[in-house]
């Protein structure tokens, strides 16, 4: 059974950061293809930021240069840095993990950007 908990969400202002943190229960953490998902209130949950197990990265327009994710396949967590942080990206942020085609999702933390 896989699990994933996620943490590091909170209120930030314009322009802040914050690190959000993902840790998963399974050992073979390293064979999967891991990503960021977030969903704003009345909008579908969209992807923000991919990493496969090989490590390659993956972002969409609206977060490239702003948020990286990363990984530590030793300490089987996930990372999101997110700098540059504006009111849009106000959402419940989920982490994601992927084994061959099945995804298993984590509980969600919220993240406020606002003044």
């Known amino acids: 059974q896989v699990q994933l908990v996620e943490s590091g969400g909170g209120v930030v202002q314009p322009g802040g950061s914050l690190r959000l943190s993902c840790a998963a229960s399974p050992t073979i953490f390293r064979f999967y293809d891991m990503g960021w998902h977030r969903q704003a209130p009345g909008k579908q949950r969209e992807l923000v930021a991919a990493i496969t197990s090989g490590g390659s990265t993956n972002y969409p327009d609206s977060v490239k240069g702003r948020f990286t994710i990363s990984r530590d396949n030793a300490k089987r967590t996930v990372y999101l840095q997110m700098n540059n942080l504006k009111p849009e990206d106000t959402a419940v942020y989920y982490c994601?993990?992927?084994?061959?085609?099945?995804?298993?999702w984590g509980q969600g933390t919220q993240v406020t950007v606002s003044s």
């Open positions: 994601a993990a992927t084994l061959s085609s099945r995804d298993y």
